[in-house]
Each structure stands twice: as C-alpha cells, then as structure tokens.
C-alpha cells in the first residue's frame, strides 16, 4: 500500500473516527447537562414543596400564638374552669380553626382539657391514644427551655399524619412562669395536600413512610435519621421527585413526592440530532480539502525525497539530496545533508575516542588498585562481588579468587543486622554515607570499617569504599569512657558541695540566730554587745562564702536561671558607685561613672546577677588598684534584642598574660589575688557564668604595670513598668500589737538548737508555740492543736517534711469536704486551712519549687534573719506589731538618693574631744555599727556635715577608711 493510499485512508477513518467521537462527546456532555438541569430543576420544584410545607407549619404555629400568651389561658391551665371551655373550646370555634386537637398540659403532664375534633362530622373526639402517651414531662412536646420557646412539625398518628405545634403558656404581656404548654393539631388529610399542590402547582403526593410506596434504592430511608432528597426518573416523558420529612423527634415521618414532564430532556435530544448532522457534513467537506492539501504540498515531495535517499544508500556518504523550499520538508533535506556531512567526521574521531577511553581506563585501574581505602563493587539483587580492588581483598584477608565472583557479604558482617540496615538504606535512598560496622576476616579476627556506597539502579550494582577505622573506634571507646568518669565526678562534686553546704548552714542557723536574739535582748553592756555583735557578722561572713561555693555548685549543676525584673538601671549603677566611692577615696583613687546619653533608665532583667557582676568586677578593681583611677562606664550598642555593654576600666598592676587564660575558672586566683589572701577565687567565675545566663558575653584585655579593662554585654529590654522600690530597713518588733487573737505556732524541726532559735524569738513577742521533732510529731500536733501557721524543716528522721505536709493538706482539704464533719469547738474554728512554711538549709531553686508544689505556702533559707519570719507570719496571718523606737537620728522613713559628700580628713575630726575621737576608733575597729551610730549622735548640729560623713562611711561599711582618717 502507497503512502497515497494510506494518507486516504487514514484521513477517511479519521475523519468518521472524530465524527464518532464527537457525537459521543457532544451526546454525553450535552445529554448530561440536560439531565442535570432537568434533576436541578426538579430538586428546586421539591424543595419549593418542602418550604410550602414548612411555611405552613409556621403559619400553623403563629396562627395560635395569642392563644398561648393569654391571661384567661394561664389561669384555665391551673384551675379548669369550665366557663373558658365553654366560652372558648366550642365546636364553631375549632372548625373555624380548623383543628383537629386541642389541649391545655400542665408542666407535670397532667391535661387540664384535651379533646380530638373531626372537621367532617364537626363533632368532638377523644385525643388519639397514641398522642396521649406523648403527653408527659420527658417528651419534646411539653419541654420549653425559655419564654419564647415554641415547637412545630409533624407526628405520625395511626389515623394518619398530623401537623403539630407546642407553645409555652405565659400571660397576655408575655411573662412567666411557665404554666404549662397549648398543643394544637391538624391532620395533613388529602384536602391539605390538595392545597398545597395548588399552591405549588405540581402533582403532589404526601404519605407516612411506613406506607409510602419508594423505589428500591431510597428504601433506606425507613431508617433514615435526617431529613434527604432524591430525583427518579419515571419514563420518558415523566420524572419525579422524593422529599423524606422527619417528625419533631427527628425521625422519618412522611414522603413528599412530585411529577413533572420532561420538557428539558426531550429538547436536548432534538439539539443533539441536529449537532451529528452539522458535524457528519463538516467532517466531510474538510476530508477532501486535507487530501487534496496532502498531496500538493508534502505527498508529491516526499516521494522525490525517499527516491533521492534510496540513491545515497547505493552511492557514499559524499552525496546529498535537494533541498527545495523553505519549509520544514526543505529544513529536512539540509539536516540530512548536515547529518552526512557528520558521518563523514564521526568515523575519525570514534578512533580518537577509542584510544583515549583505553587511556583512562588504564590510569583508574591505577587508582582503584594504588588506592589505601578498599573500592569494591557488588551486584545488588544476590550479593555477589564483581570486582574490588586489593587493599579490599587484603582487609578481608581472603585470596582474590575467593573474592571475586563470590557471595561473602553475609560473612563478612558480624552483625546481620548492619548488613540488613546498609541494604534498607541502599534500597530506600540510593546511597550509604559514613555507615560504621564490624567486620570479619577470614581468620576470624574483627575490625571497625567505615563504609560508603551508592546504587546504581540502571545497571544494579553498588560501587562502595570502606576504610580501617579500628584505631579510631578505639581511641573514642577510651575517651568516652574519660568523658563520663569526668561527669561522674563532677556530679558527685556538684552533691558533695550541695549536701556540705546543707550540713554548714544548719549550725550556722543557729550561731546567727543565737546571735539575733542576743543582740534583741538588750541586756548587754556595750562591750558584751559589740563582741555578739562580731560574732553575728563572722557568720554572715562565713554565710557569704558558703553561698559563693554553693553558687559554683549551682552553676555547675545547671540549676541556675534568670529571675528578670523591671529595674531602674540609674540607680542601681549608682548604688554601685556610692558603695564602692569611700573605699576609693580613702585609697585616694578616682571612681568614675560614665553613662550613654541615650541610656534607657528603666529595663527588664535580672537585677541581682547584674548587680553581683558589677559589685565583683568593681570590687576587684577597687581592692588591686594602689594610685589613678577606676572608670564604669555602661552604653547601649543594639537595640533588637536591646544590648548593653559595660566597662570596668582601672589603672592597677594589670595581668599578666599567663593568668589571663586561667581568671575566669572557678577556685584559680590571679598573683595579685593570692597576695591579697582575700576571696575563694569563685568572683570571676561566678560573673562569667551570670552573663552568659543572659545572653552576653565577658572578656578582658589587661597590660601589665599599666591597668585592666573588663567589658560584658547583655541581652534585655525596655521595662514595661516603671514604679520604684524604695530601700527599706525593717524596724525591730519588740511585741505583738493589742487586739489579735492568741497565735499558735508550731515548729518542726529536728535540731533541738534551731527550735530553740524559733521558740525563744516567737515567745518573746507573745506567739504560743509547740514543738514537734518529725513529720510524724507535726502531724499529731496539728490534729490535736489546730496551729495557725507551721514552720516545717524538710530534712527530717521518721518522717520528712514534704510528707507530713502532703498529708496535712489532705486530712485538711478531707474535714473541710465532709458535709457530715462536726464543727470544731470554740477557738479552733479560725484556722480552717493550715498555713505551712517550709523552713531548710537548701538553695537551690528546684526545691523551693518542689516545696510549694507539696503544698507549702512559702519557703525560707536557713539561716534565716529574723526580719523575713516576722515578715512571712505578717503576710499569711495578718499580724500587727509592735516596734521598738529608732535609735538613730539619721534613720528616716524614706530613702533619699545619695549626696556626693567630701573625702573625710583628720582636720574635720579635730572638732570632737579625744575621748570622743577614741571611742569611735575602738568601734570603726571592731565594725560596730550600733556604737558608731550612738557617737555619732553626741556630734554638735553645727557640724552636720561631719555626722553625714560618717553615717555615709557607716552605712557603706567604710570602717577601714575611718580607722586610717583616725
């Protein structure tokens, strides 16, 4: 068959072909759409049915709506009075209404008046009995929630369906209570129907749905628990639609259906005969335009081409074919004579690529067999080995005839289970990379290899490298094993100094406490006085280096985090400057602040880390620093996040160079640092470890003979409030203020010295205490005594803290639950929910935590100031007392900001007697604060200044520089 022969025929299957496929495309498109607007159109004609009914039913309801807020009605529906029957409940009145039943229902189900009417005999009915059994309190009926509350629908009676509505009964001017419910019936008879497909102008058929006669595919609607819709085509000529109607308890009661023509469908079958015919004509006409084309413009050319090619293949690559035209039949022939052309050339240079590809070939085998790492290739679907190279077969320890062509990777994986990962990851990902396994040789012994490979999926193999890796799995077994001994020991060091700070701040409780309450009593002479006095200050002392230990511990431990606050940045640099201003200038150096304009006064931080920092670096350059000058300097360098930088910039000896690499590790003190002999050496590390807490960092730049620069950032922001606190010295409390209740107090300890603390400052302002030494104790005192508030130790024998106090709040929470619980006599009845504070030697933050969390009001630290217990039973209780006088003239009741105030000299002192002056010398000696304020007071008022020197001096602990002005 010619090429002419074949263009005619498939021109003339195509063009019947399309014409087939285009009626079947119009017909199905065409006849779909025409079935849809048809069904679209049918489902509006049901759902107008649907919204006739619906809206009947609400015309229904509203018809009867005065009958239901009427006065007469709210009286009838309690007493019956038969007078408002005869008056309203006549038979002309309900076949007016068109009603089928009537009844007035009490709330509790009880039926005031009741009665079925039949519209065709116009006589009075009993109410249907299957009606009747709907009529109590549960059923939906009779349940109206609100005034407003109206019910309306349908229910399927044996007698046939009837339309139903349920309205509260109120008063005339729509008020409550609720007397009872109007229920009002009319059966949806053949006559109703009759109206509504006048209405709606359809054939209209409504029955019950247990007799509705459905089509075999909506006969699940029987069971159906929503309302639905469907479409069902008759015939041809008829269609018909089906509305499932659900009752006022959601169930299905009745089927609406409707008839219509199908003027739509026959319509489109009309257009589509038409559309064939159209297409059938067109389909031909353009047939014999595409032949007649064909052949003009390609089908006579192409023969000529194909005869001219048929010549080239009898002669050589030198001939060409004509190229005629400039269409894509001439852009043929010149590629062909291009392609020619390259076939002449592509001989020649296939040589040169032959040559050059047996040179690579040879320098990679180079490189495959030179190499130090095992190159090996495997077949994927059974394992076998097609090549490797030998530093492959040499780490295996196998012959090469033994390795190629053979099956060995399941030997040679001493874990199946590593040989079954490598082939998951080949098979999922295509690639293995870094993948570690041990590995066997053929004598037997193991090595740790370090595999990876990638698969080629065309052709099925895994081309992989694997290197010796033994020494290395070695090396790390034995530092991992250095790693966790460090951690080990430096968790047992972490517990060690936590448990040892525990045991050293229990007796240190009671040395301060002891001496807090020696120094309450004022019974001492002044010298008995200043040596409690020294005492109570070498246990702060002692206090202060404990907490710096127990600072590492936390830090180390991870147990340190931030506790940011709205502050106000200018002051507390200036609380800085002042506290540190009169030690610099008795040492006759400068100490200088140095703030950015735009410094922000108020941020949210931490302000007592920042303020610890900036007291330690401060600190350090005030203690090493002999002549010159100390500079803080503080300025804002990023404002998202906002970041400040601080300075603390001093003229001292400097570090040295060596020192520098060890000033910030906790217990490492610098040459100057051991010469001082003061410090535990933990300032720096402590400030380091603060100010990575809130996200910044500290360095140092330091010459020697020359000075020391220490710079930290932070990370904060603008605070969003800006209320001050004010510094405030809490007065002594020497009593109890008159008209409270007697307190009990209840202490539970096992120390017998820390209760004793307790017990002698509680009873001292009139507090009546008890004593427990265990939770066991606590618990049986609290049953027996009622406590209003319980100071509970944690760390107790028997049993500890957290328990007694768990089950304290549950025998609490228990009474106070128990409807049946006796009430407690007399003056036990005011202390309804025990107050427990707990009271230990820990620190650290989780346990306070866990202390509140077991159900303790507050937490207190030992050794505790015996302003914070005053302060705690104040703030639970309620407590007032009563306070001993200020002694000092310079106290006030708010603090005022720091006045700059001269250097204090010796020539100021020369106003006061010797006598005087020795004195003063003895207690700046002994760092007696009470006896310096006393001498303090003697000074003339004609010399303020001198006595505001030396509060000042006092206030910032400025003994050494009073001594030396002495």
């Known amino acids: 068959m010619t090429l002419r022969q074949r263009t005619l025929l498939i021109i003339g299957v195509a063009v019947v072909t399309l014409n087939a496929v285009l009626y079947l495309i119009a017909s199905s498109l065409l006849l779909r ?246 297409m059938l004509g067109t389909g031909i006409v353009f047939g014999i335009a595409t032949l007649f084309l064909l052949e003009r413009l390609i089908l006579s050319r192409l023969a000529k081409l194909s005869s001219e090619v048929e010549a080239i293949s009898q002669d050589n690559l030198s001939s060409r074919v004509s190229a005629v035209g400039n269409d894509e039949l001439a852009q043929v022939a010149v590629g062909m004579n291009r392609m020619l052309a390259n076939l002449e050339a592509y001989e020649t240079s296939r040589q040169q690529a032959v040559k050059a590809l047996k040179q690579s070939e040879r320098k990679f085998r180079n490189l495959f067999e030179n190499s130090q790492v095992g190159i090996f290739r495997v077949r994927m679907d059974d394992s076998v080995i097609l090549d490797a190279n030998q530093q492959f077969i040499a780490m295996i320890g196998y012959a090469s005839s033994l390795v190629i062509g053979q099956t060995r990777t399941t030997e040679l994986y001493v874990d199946p289970n590593d040989r079954d990962y490598a082939r998951e990851q080949l098979s999922q990902f295509g690639e293995l990379h870094n993948f570690e396994a041990q590995v066997r040789k053929q004598d037997g012994s193991i090595f740790w290899g370090l595999c990876s490979a990638r698969l080629d999926r065309e052709l099925g193999y895994v081309d992989g490298v694997i290197a010796d890796i033994s020494h290395r799995k070695t090396v790390e077994t034995e530092l991992r094993r250095t790693v966790e001994a460090a951690e080990a020991a430096n968790r047992a060091k972490s517990v060690f100094l936590s448990n040892m700070s525990h045991e050293l701040r229990t007796p240190l409780n009671v040395i301060l406490g002891f001496s807090q309450l020696l120094l309450r009593s004022g019974s001492f002479n002044p010298q008995q006085t200043e040596y409690v006095d020294t005492i109570n200050r070498g246990g702060e002392h002692l206090l202060t280096l404990i907490n710096d230990v127990l600072e590492m511990s936390k830090i180390e431990a991870g147990r340190v985090t931030l506790t940011p606050i709205d502050l106000d940045l200018y002051k ?95 217990f490492v003190q610098t040459a100057s640092g051991q010469q001082s002999q003061e410090g535990t050496g933990l300032g720096l590390a402590i400030s ?11 360095d140092v730049s330091s010459t020697v003979g020359m000075g020391t620069v220490f710079r930290f950032t932070i990370k904060t922001a603008i605070a969003i409030s800006t209320a001050q606190r004010s510094a405030y010295t809490a007065p002594t409390v020497i009593g109890l203020a008159a008209d409270q209740p007697t307190y009990r107090i209840l202490i539970v300890e096992d120390k017998s010295e820390n209760r004793q603390v307790l017990r002698e400052l509680l009873t001292s302002v009139g507090f009546e205490v008890e004593e427990a030494v265990n939770g066991l104790e606590a618990i049986d005192c609290w049953e027996r005594w009622q406590p209003h508030l319980i100071w509970m130790d944690i760390r107790m024998p028997v049993m500890d803290g957290y328990e007694a106090t768990q089950r304290i709040k549950a025998a609490s929470a228990a009474r106070q639950t128990n409807a049946a619980q006796e009430p407690v006599d007399g003056d036990r009845d005011d202390c309804p929910e025990p107050i427990i504070i707990a009271i ?16 303790c009001s507050d937490f207190v630290r030992k050794p505790f100031q015996v302003e914070i217990i005053f302060e705690k039973m104040a703030k639970f209780l309620g407590v007032r007392y009563r306070y001993a006088a200020v002694e000092s003239s310079a106290a006030v009741s708010e603090p005022v900001p720091p006045q700059p105030i001269g250097a204090l000299t010796a020539a100021d002192l020369q106003v006061m007697p010797t006598e005087w002056l020795h004195e003063v010398h003895q207690a700046a000696s002994r760092a007696n604060t009470k006896q310096l304020h006393k001498l303090i007071e ?8 001198l006595a505001a020197s030396l509060i000042q001096l006092v206030n910032d602990f400025g003994f050494e520089e009073i001594v030396e002005v002495l």
């Open 33 to 278: 759409n025409v079935q849809q607007a048809e069904t679209e159109d049918t489902r509006k004609q049901l759902n107008g049915v649907v919204s006739v009914v619906n809206q009947s039913l609400a015309q229904f309801n509203r018809n009867f709506a005065d009958w239901a807020i009427w006065d007469d009605a709210y009286e009838f529906v309690q007493n019956g009075d038969p007078k408002f029957i005869q008056s309203n409940l006549i038979e002309g009145q309900l076949k007016t209404n068109q009603i089928n039943l009537i009844a007035f229902i009490q709330p509790s189900g009880r039926i005031t008046f009741g009665t079925g009417f039949d519209l065709k005999t116009n006589q009075k009915t009993p109410v249907p009995a299957d009606l009747l059994r709907r009529f109590v309190p549960s059923d939906r009926l009779l349940q109206h929630s609100t005034l407003k509350s109206s019910i309306s629908g349908v229910v399927p009676l044996s007698d046939g369906i009837m339309m139903i509505i349920s309205r509260p009964i109120l008063t005339s001017d729509n008020r409550g209570p609720i007397r009872g419910s109007l229920v009002v019936g009319r059966y949806l008879d053949q006559a109703e129907v009759q109206k509504l497909s006048k209405i709606t102008r359809l054939k209209l058929d409504i029955q019950p749905i247990a007799t509705a006669p459905l089509p075999d595919r909506l006969e699940s609607w029987r069971r159906r628990d929503r309302e639905a819709t469907a479409i069902q085509v008759m015939n041809a000529d008829t269609i018909a639609g089906y509305a499932l109607f659900q009752d006022i308890y959601g169930q299905p009661a009745l089927v609406i259906r409707t008839e219509s023509d199908r003027k739509i469908y026959r319509q489109g079958q009309n257009t589509l005969r038409f559309l064939a015919g159209s």
């Open 840 to 855: 230990t030697g820990s620190v650290f933050e989780e346990d306070r935590k866990v202390a509140i969390n077991m159900g």
């Open 688 to 698: 380091q470890k603060f100010v990575d807490l809130m996200g910044g960092q500290i």
């Open 938 to 945: 003697q000074i003339p008022a004609t010399h303020a200044d």
């Open 572 to 666: 507390l640099l200036d609380w800085v400057h002042q506290m540190f201003k009169m030690k610099a200038q008795s040492k006759g150096l400068q100490l200088l602040l140095e703030s950015d304009p735009d410094l922000p006064q108020f941020i949210y931080a931490d302000e007592s880390k920042l303020r610890q920092v900036l007291v330690n670096l401060v600190g350090n350059a005030v203690k090493f620093t002999e002549n010159g000058a100390i500079a803080l300097r503080v300025k804002p360098t990023a404002t998202s996040p906002l970041t400040f930088l601080f300075e603390v910039e001093d003229t001292g000896p400097g570090i040295a160079l060596a020192d520098q690499a060890n000033l910030f590790k906790p």
